[in-house]
């Protein structure tokens, strides 16, 4: 007759295992784990990915009641899992989509509780895990449309109100002003804090799954919604006062008190349904449900294998970068060599400021030339492929604030030796007015790119033959008033000089 087990021993068996696990884990994929962090500290768009590890702690320790009633039994299924979530991030490391890199990130860590606990302890833990996926750094993609739903409400619900308006792109004017529909004026910030503060308060104040859902929906539209109404607002503001209020530091005073009524308004829908639920009270969770689990020797060692075999492959995990670095250990490739021929002295920096964006490159440079008495910029970025920076991290802009997209397109240019046929063409404004052209493209080893796709395509067959081992975002920018086409030849002309070469070992880098 097999001798019962406390249930306590169960969990016991799985601590050790889980510390080791949760250790390997953060060794496997520190590299990847402190990129999702950086992005956390930096961006104010997903700040509050500090957040949901403290919170999906207390929403664990809450039910850990009910825990200490299940047995924990590990899961060779999920072991699988966790293998080819492994794969799968190795895949997105490999064509450098980090989004995509980070999710897969999120997602080891249910898996791995999966394997380590079984079915039906995950089960009861379904929503922390889930919640666990608002920590991911993901969502630039909507900016976008965002920022052109915004700008069109505001400029529909102003000409309602009798107010000149027009537009262009982001760039709203009405008679005694502009203003510039920014990134910030997109409410994606509004949008994922919303959607992440109304989960949360839908799981623990509703209690039916469909009222639920209700809820999130409206977490999800009313911030939009309400975004569009706060542009307006603070437009026809600022029109009214004759520019005196709504623009500065206000503006974004308005935008924040803005966002914390828009909660309230969503707390109290949220209590209104609560109050429409039937039965008003969490249905009965059932009879504790337990599993069985090994005893003896046998079973305790049943845990540790799994953590052995996780912890294998999240350290083989932890061995990508070098691997994706294809020989950077000794590459060859030191930096860019960027020069013009014939040559141009640099002048004094540009009155409107342009700056690009790009916080981890290996080596930046932004010279100042004129070219027919006009402003004429060229900034480099280079990113060693061993190094923290990648080229397509959505960190990088070249229309950083103040300045804002108006209009993207790619353009064709005469085919010369060691010209790029193609350019991504960026129409830009900045808040006073001001307009500048630029032209874009990427060298990743000998070849020039555009397309994000493309790029990422280059940049793994780079890595694959390991000589090249280097890449860099190229720009030439000029300021124009009326004419883009006076702004596109001087353009042309500069880049007709530009001589761009990777720097190898020996040579000069600059």
Not at 425 to 432: F, I, R, S, T
Not at 489 to 495: C, S
Request: net charge positive; with cysteine.
């Amino acid at each position: 007759m097999r001798a019962p087990t406390a249930q306590p021993t169960h969990w016991q068996d799985v601590l050790l295992p889980g510390l080791l696990v949760a250790g390997l884990y953060v060794v496997g994929f520190h590299d990847s784990l402190w990129r999702m962090v950086r992005i956390w500290l930096r961006s104010d768009t997903y700040s509050h990915g500090l957040l949901i590890p403290v919170i999906v702690v207390w929403l664990v320790l809450e039910r850990r009641g009910e825990l200490r009633r299940l047995a924990p039994q590990p899961c060779w299924a999920g072991v699988f899992l966790v293998m080819g979530l492994i794969l799968a991030w190795w895949l997105a490391r490999v064509v450098r989509v980090q989004s995509a890199e980070h999710l897969l990130l999120v997602l080891l860590v249910p898996a791995s509780v999966l394997a380590l606990v079984g079915p039906v302890p995950t089960r009861r833990l379904a929503f922390p895990l889930a919640f666990l996926l608002f920590a991911v750094p993901i969502g630039d993609f909507l900016v976008p449309p965002l920022m052109d739903y915004t700008a069109r409400f505001a400029v529909w619900a102003l000409g309602l109100s009798g107010v000149p308006v027009y537009k262009e792109g982001p760039l709203i004017s009405v008679p005694n002003g502009q203003f510039l529909v920014e990134q910030a004026c997109s409410g994606i910030r509004y949008l994922i804090a919303s959607i992440a503060v109304g989960t949360l308060f839908g799981y623990l104040v509703l209690h039916r799954w469909r009222t639920r859902l209700l809820f999130m929906a409206l977490a999800a539209l009313l911030p939009i919604l309400a975004n569009g109404v706060r542009a307006y607002g603070i437009i026809l503001l600022a029109y009214l006062s004759d520019m005196r209020l709504a623009v500065g530091v206000d503006h974004i005073l308005y935008g924040w008190l803005f966002f914390g009524l828009v909660v309230l308004l969503l707390f109290a829908l949220g209590f209104q349904l609560r109050r429409l639920e039937q039965g008003g009270r969490t249905p009965a969770r059932g009879a504790p449900v337990t599993t069985g689990s090994p005893t003896g020797a046998a079973g305790n060692r049943h845990p540790l294998t799994v953590a052995a075999v996780l912890g294998m492959g999240y350290l083989a995990a932890g061995m990508v970068p070098g691997v994706l670095a294809g020989g950077t250990m000794h590459c060859p490739v030191r930096g860019l060599q960027v020069r013009l021929v014939p040559p141009l002295s640099p002048v004094a920096e540009a009155g409107d400021h342009w700056r690009p964006r790009f916080p981890d490159a290996d080596r930046r440079r932004l010279d100042h030339y004129r070219l027919g008495g006009r402003p004429v910029d060229l900034f480099v970025a280079f990113f060693r492929f061993s190094g923290r920076g990648d080229l397509l991290s959505s960190m990088n802009r070249l229309a950083h604030r103040p300045w804002a997209l108006v209009a993207s397109r790619s353009r064709s240019l005469p085919v010369a030796s060691g010209l790029p046929g193609r350019v991504r063409e960026l129409d830009l404004a900045d808040p006073d007015g001001h307009r500048r052209l630029v032209w874009t493209w990427h060298l990743v080893g000998n070849h020039t790119t555009i397309g994000w796709w493309q790029t990422a395509v280059a940049e793994v067959l780079a890595r694959l033959r390991g000589r090249d081992c280097g890449a860099a975002t190229l720009a030439l920018s000029t300021p124009y008033a009326l004419d883009p086409d006076r702004a596109r030849r001087r353009l042309g002309q500069l880049l007709s000089r530009l001589r761009v070469r990777l720097a190898r070992a020996g040579g000069a880098a600059s």
